[in-house]
């Protein structure tokens, strides 16, 4: 991370304290000493005069010091008292003249050189805190970070899952590299192409393999740094950004976070003079005057388009959107292929299944899915990640770090195995349930004391009722096998509780899968991508509100009897597998198969020659 020094007065006091030091150098390195006239006398009896410079006052020279052998000796001053004093200079040798050395140039030169060291020092530190931090004459300058065609080392190849989005791009990059091919025919392309989609599916990635693939210069900047606290200094970036641009173009301006800056006007802001809807009101007028034929394409990301301004939307300024979608099966096993080439692995690693084990997660997920296999072949001594490194690391992923140090008392312990036990039972005895691949009672993240691992055998787009409900009853599962083995519950469920709710009610009020009949009661204005914000009161009356929380209530209770009648009926199963999982502490879904299985068969077997009789 980049360090900002900030300007302190300790600079000030250091540089002073530099000068004085150099200046008492220069001074006691210069200085000449006053004597009195009897030790100029002494000195000259004893021959330590080497030269004396005269006039009608003043004696000044070089003397030596005892018992010093240099010839040069130090400067002295003394006043002149002997008017005898050329016979005594020539008796001892010493040479004399008239006039006495201006020191003149010397005595400037020990103040003029510590100031330019001092200023020297100031410049340099004030240069350097400019460059950190943009003075006043750059407030309006674009803080874009300029890649040229040889520093983009992205390309589609480089991008993987994305397939659509990659050709719906490709004529972007046609564009830039042979724009007579479109203005022959008289096409335009558009000004504006809009990457929309969840956050971590690699829409930045895919702008850079844009203009990786074109060789053409790239702009990128968020939406976030053209807002600054000063009124206009937005706007200046935006019109300093596209002059900058259109001297560079062809190029690409890409805007990250869009949303940051192109929030539809009027919402949570202070009216027209709001500094952010002045800067989205530059952007659009930069949009509809720079020509496309210049070749200035303009990028932007995000995953709030719900909330954008429609000014943006219309044809000639975002006038295309992209979807980069969570990838699908296939798109995942890409993005694995991708980022194992950075790792050693196993040459017999499943990829397909591990892609199957990561339904819903986009690049970013499985980037980090790959990097925590690698450290855990690393922290196990190996050479190279095997299956069982990718399997932790999803579970990592998904349900946080293992924790088996943490204590746990064994009362506890057996009441997170029946409840894990009986989502597990629930879940396999329900049709088109996704397959339960682990239970375990081992604690993960921050509250889980166990989890169920169910994983989809395929991507789902769409799901029935029966689906929907059958779901809610393998939540519900697990306290209703707390419920039948102690006739009491815990206050592990509330996750499960807050879930089940979750689906219940989009079922009453987005799609029309109950007694309140076809109507859509949620809000329009939910986010496409992000987590759902709880939402306010709708658009309805108090009886229909009474009406859909009663509906809520009686799909959730209907569906929480049936997990208890087929646990019920299945006691002898689940006691069990209690059994084994408090043994082992992990049991995967095959083994708990096979154990249903057997105590099936065994039920049956002993059960027939009652029958008989």
């Known amino acids: 991370m980049e360090k900002h020094h900030k300007f302190s007065m300790w600079y000030v006091l250091l540089g002073v304290w530099v000068v004085l030091i150099i200046q008492n150098a220069i001074f006691s390195a210069f200085s000449i000493k006053t004597i009195p006239y009897s030790e100029f006398l002494k000195a000259l009896n004893e021959d330590r005069v080497t030269e004396v410079a005269i006039t009608s006052n003043i004696i000044q020279g070089r003397i030596r010091a005892p018992g010093e052998a240099s010839e040069a000796g130090q400067p002295f001053r003394t006043i002149r008292v002997d008017p005898e004093l050329s016979n005594l200079l020539s008796g001892h040798n010493v040479q004399f003249k008239g006039e006495i050395e201006s020191t003149f140039l010397r005595d400037l030169f020990?103040?003029?050189?510590?100031?330019?060291?001092?200023?020297?020092?100031?410049?340099?530190?004030?240069?350097?805190?400019?460059?950190?931090?943009?003075?006043?004459m750059s407030l309006g300058k674009n803080k874009a970070k300029i890649y040229m065609e040889d520093e983009v080392g992205v390309r589609f190849e480089d991008?993987?899952?994305?397939?659509?989005?990659?050709?719906?791009?490709?004529?972007?990059?046609?564009?830039?590299?042979q724009p007579e091919r479109f203005t022959r025919v008289g096409g335009k392309m558009p000004r504006g192409v809009l990457l929309v989609g969840p956050p971590g599916t690699g829409k930045t990635l895919l702008a850079k393999a844009?203009?990786?693939?074109?060789?053409?210069?790239?702009?990128?900047?968020?939406?976030?740094?053209?807002?600054?606290?000063?009124?206009?200094?937005?706007?200046?970036?935006?019109?300093?950004?596209?002059?900058?641009?259109?001297?560079?173009?062809?190029?690409?301006?890409?805007?990250?976070?869009?949303?940051?800056?192109?929030?539809?006007?009027g919402i949570g802001g202070m009216g027209g003079h709001d500094?952010?809807?002045?800067?989205?009101?530059?952007?659009?007028?930069?949009?509809?005057?720079?020509?496309?034929?210049?070749?200035?394409?303009?990028?932007?990301?995000?995953?709030?388009?719900?909330?954008?301004?429609?000014?943006l939307l219309r044809p000639g300024r975002f006038d295309r959107q992209v979807l980069v979608d969570r990838p699908d099966r296939r798109g995942r096993e890409a993005i694995l292929k991708v980022h194992l080439k950075k790792i050693q692995y196993d040459e017999n690693l499943d990829i397909e299944k591990l892609a199957n084990m990561t339904p819903g997660m986009v690049g970013a997920d499985l980037a980090n899915i790959v990097n925590e296999a690698a450290l855990l072949a690393v922290r196990r001594d190996k050479e190279q990640a095997g299956m069982s490194e990718f399997q932790e690391a999803v579970e990592r992923v998904v349900a946080g770090l293992e924790k088996k140090n943490r204590?746990?008392?064994?009362?506890?312990?057996?009441?997170?195995?029946?409840?894990?036990?009986?989502?597990?039972?629930?879940?396999?005895?329900?049709?088109?349930?996704?397959?339960?691949?682990?239970?375990?009672?081992?604690?993960?993240?921050?509250?889980?004391?166990?989890?169920?691992?169910?994983?989809?055998?395929?991507?789902?787009?769409?799901?029935?009722?029966?689906?929907?409900?059958?779901?809610?009853?393998?939540l519900l599962g697990g306290r209703a096998a707390e419920e039948i083995v102690s006739g009491d519950i815990s206050t592990g469920a509330h996750n499960d509780l807050s879930r089940a709710t979750d689906i219940a009610r989009s079922m009453v009020k987005e799609y029309g899968m109950s007694k309140v009949g076809q109507v859509f009661f949620a809000s329009q204005r939910r986010a496409q991508f992000l987590t759902p914000i709880p939402e306010g009161p709708g658009e309805y009356s108090e009886a229909t509100a009474e009406e859909i929380d009663q509906?809520?209530?009686?799909?959730?209770?209907?569906?929480?009897?049936?997990?208890?009648?087929?646990?019920?009926?299945?006691?002898?199963?689940?006691?069990?597998?209690?059994?084994?999982?408090?043994?082992?502490?992990?049991?995967?879904?095959?083994?708990?198969?096979?154990?249903?299985?057997?105590?099936?068969?065994?039920?049956?077997?002993?059960?027939?020659?009652?029958?008989a009789a």
């Not at 791009?169 to 590299?177: N, P």
């Not at 200094?233 to 800056?261: H, N, S, W």
Request: glycine share 8%; aromatic share 8%.
């Open 110 to 136: 020990s103040w003029i050189f510590p100031i330019v060291l001092f200023v020297g020092i100031w410049f340099f530190l004030m240069k350097r805190m400019q460059g950190q931090q943009p003075g006043f």
């Open 210 to 265: 844009v203009a990786g693939e074109s060789g053409v210069p790239f702009f990128s900047m968020s939406g976030s740094e053209f807002v600054e606290m000063f009124v206009g200094l937005g706007a200046a970036r935006v019109r300093d950004l596209f002059t900058q641009a259109k001297a560079k173009a062809p190029c690409i301006i890409f805007i990250d976070e869009l949303d940051a800056l192109g929030k539809a006007r």
């Open 407 to 474: 204590v746990i008392n064994p009362k506890e312990k057996k009441i997170v195995a029946y409840h894990e036990l009986g989502h597990a039972i629930v879940a396999m005895s329900l049709p088109g349930t996704d397959p339960v691949q682990k239970i375990t009672v081992i604690p993960r993240g921050i509250a889980a004391l166990g989890y169920t691992m169910q994983v989809p055998t395929e991507d789902r787009f769409l799901m029935s009722k029966t689906e929907l409900e059958n779901k809610i009853a393998t």
């Open 551 to 611: 509906e809520i209530k009686e799909i959730i209770g209907a569906q929480y009897e049936r997990a208890l009648s087929l646990l019920s009926g299945r006691r002898d199963i689940l006691e069990k597998s209690v059994a084994v999982l408090l043994e082992k502490e992990t049991i995967e879904g095959d083994e708990l198969k096979q154990l249903m299985a057997q105590v099936t068969d065994a039920l049956s077997t002993r059960s027939e020659p009652a029958s």
């Open 159 to 177: 991008v993987a899952g994305v397939d659509e989005s990659k050709q719906e791009l490709q004529e972007v990059i046609e564009f830039l590299k």
């Open 275 to 311: 500094e952010r809807e002045q800067t989205l009101n530059q952007l659009l007028v930069e949009m509809d005057g720079f020509d496309p034929q210049v070749g200035v394409i303009l990028l932007a990301a995000t995953n709030r388009p719900e909330i954008l301004d429609p000014a």
